[in-house]
């Protein structure tokens, strides 16, 4: 390709300025869009590294010519928690931005290692991890993080360090088994060829002793090192009482391992080494294949976890500091650089910014934010700095709570799920008893046979299919989820939502943005402005909606603030008591659709508001109709606004004026026709609703009763998650069904046929893995973005 050629910057892909840079890389002349570019395409060149331009996939990242200071990461308190003392000197994990394929990684670990002081470097393109090995009394971890930096690799310190690195010692634990498993079948399958090629019995009873006693050496390790976890599960299982499938598992390699001993030691005719080790390579094979799909599924929380950065900017007298995020508190004000995340929870003191909310709502659109709004631990500032005041830090963030809602979710175990292990567990206990009378049935007719067969019976008919085929769908349904922004809260949230058939939504802050603006201010007597200052100071802490459409400053401070669901707020200003709500609540008047400000008997003024429409709203409550859901609205509001808002969502039914035991009622009523009801609020009032339909969702921005009502949260603004998550829920629930068919239907099958004597151990342990192998395939199916889009 000549320079000439070239769309885009050669290094990092992005549009080329009118006088670009030229850089000599692979006997051609490159242009690159940047001093920065030109800088990392050199020095890969002179370090002999230009392989990395012929092996990426993906161009790299921008470089920033003036690189990010890294000294404070050499810090011990900024170290503590993340670096870990070995032989060499020290380790640590970061997590690096721009890493797109293997040749990133490629090129990563090649530059890291020529660094002085570095002993050791490995990249990871899948979960953008990498691991530094160096020697501090010879470099500073600074001086490392900076060569990364200088390829256009941006190093951030990895959160959740010590439970990553617990992942990785399991992971390797199970690879380094799984090796051995695979070592040891291999020489054990060709040692018994040798034996089943002797169908003449010719050969000498002291070369048929050596291979066996040469295929129990190279079983053992298999059985006790590979097989451990298996041996581990049957003896909690047992000790708890409840057998399952390690029990089973164990049990069918320890007989097959143990009887073929035997057999050895008294020359006996028929030895199953071979088929123990290949139920240990195949199982080990599939249950590795299924923790990789779960890991997976839960990279979302990965992702969560290690959002949030480990220092921030703190602003002092002097100027400011880096220091740790654990360090910072209510009140401090952080400065936030365009490109970088936000360490805590707080309220933006400038102007305007953007910010990337992506990470906490799904949303890929920069979402504007001006003075006074809350920033949130996670998102990415774009365009320009930012300087905010911290409100909640450390667990109490939003990033936090999202975090442990996701681990929630995928922690917990639904009903069928359960339905699906005691099944299992029933199936166990019943396949001993039939391997035992298959056992007695062949012992009368063919003896030598008898315990070949019963092994393969319990072999083939090994339930793991059963046990995986409810929680791998579901943890890729909700790692799906968690992508979209939308987090299942309740155990059986995703079943629910999957048989719901009716959908009754609030107006306010669900079907509207939540953004009331005031129309129309009337004093009944005295100075308006006095009364919307009343109505602030009544707002400010109610937690509803209306309070933006009053807020101002230099309100006064109300107290004894009290919000009453489906009438108003009352409270105390300056001495004297208020009500802001209905008419009649707060006027003593008969409803007129407006909101009052009163005493309960008299009104003092009357206001106006209007709460525009989420531009998606039409869209989502169409993507419902066409999945099968009549949608309700049903809200406090007076008729006139919400006649208004129905017909441009064309929606039929509604009723206005409801308080929160008429939608209560409402839901009963549809109950008692046999309709599953979800239902979807935001607000104080909705929190009875949401918690008395069939399955609820409360949007992010509502209130936290509303929150802790429902099964399901909408992170993101977008209310086609809603539709999509139905779609979700019920593809989840269809392939459910196929793996339990599935499931049932193989061992049906395998069952008889290893008991007439047509399957061997051999073939019943292949058979079993890949039984295990579909249901898990199919699983995975579910974490495809399809059906209705965004």
Known sequence: MTASAQSGCFHCGEPLPAAPVRVSLEGAERDVCCAGCGAAARWIRDAGLGDYYRLRDATGSRVDLAPADYSAWDRADVQSGHVIDTPEGREITVVCEGMHCAACAWLIDHALRREPGVSDAGANAVTGRVRIAWDPRRTPLSRVLARLASLGYRPHLAQGEAAERERRRERNRLIARLGVAALGTTQAMMFAEALY????????????????????????????????????GMATELRQ?????????????????????????????????????????????????????RRQASARLDTLARAQPALAWREIAEGREQVPVSALATGDVLQVGAGDTVPADGELIDDAAALDESLLTGESAAVAKTAGDMLYAGSACREAPLR????????????????????????????????ADAVAQRFVVSLFVAAAIVFGIWWQVQPGRAFEIALAVLVVSCPCALSLAVPTALATAHGTLARW????????????????????????????????????AQAIEGDIGHWRRIAAALEANA????????????????????????????????????????????????????????????GFARFETSDPVRPDAADAIAGLRALGLSPRLLSGDGEASLAAVAARLDIHDFASRQSPEDKLDAVRALQAQGRRVLAVGDGINDAPVLAGADVSVAMAGGAPLAHRSADLVLAGASLMRLPQSVQLARRTRRIIGQ??????????????????????????????????????ANALRLGRNKGIPA
């Open 197 to 232: 090629l002797d169908t003449a019995n010719e050969m000498a009873p002291a070369t048929r002793d050596f291979f066996r006693w040469i295929t129990f050496l190279v079983s053992t390790p298999v059985v006790f090192f590979s097989g451990w976890p298996f041996l581990a």
């Open 241 to 293: 009482r409840r057998p399952g499938m390690d029990t089973l598992v164990a049990t069918s390699v320890l007989l097959a391992y143990f009887a073929s001993l035997v057999e050895t030691l008294r020359g006996g005719a028929h030895v199953w080494f071979d088929a123990a080790v290949m139920f240990v390579l195949f199982l080990l094979a599939a249950r590795f294949l299924e923790r990789m799909a």
């Open 388 to 419: 905010l005041r911290v409100t909640r830090t450390g667990a109490d963030t939003r990033l936090s709570q999202l975090v442990r809602a996701v681990d929630r979710a995928q922690s917990t175990r639904p009903r069928i799920a359960r339905l």
């Open 485 to 520: 922004g939308v987090l299942a809260l309740g155990a059986d949230a995703l079943e629910s939502l999957a048989r719901a058939d009716v959908v009754v939504l609030d107006k306010t802050g669900t079907l509207t943005l939540g953004q009331p603006r005031l129309q129309d």
């Open 543 to 602: 937690g509803h909606p209306l309070a933006l459409a009053f807020a101002m400053q230099d309100v006064p401070l109300a107290s004894a603030v009290r919000t009453l669901p489906g009438h108003g707020v009352q409270g105390e200003v300056e001495g004297r008591a208020y009500r802001l709500g209905r008419a009649e609540f707060a006027a003593g008047r008969s409803d007129d659709g407006a909101l009052w400000l009163g005493d309960g008997s008299t």
């Open 739 to 776: 793996n339990l068919g599935w499931a049932l239907a193989y061992n049906v099958v395998a069952l008889p046929l290893a008991a007439l004597g047509l399957v061997g151990p051999g073939l019943a342990a292949l058979g079993m893995a890949a039984s295990s192998l579909v249901v898990t």
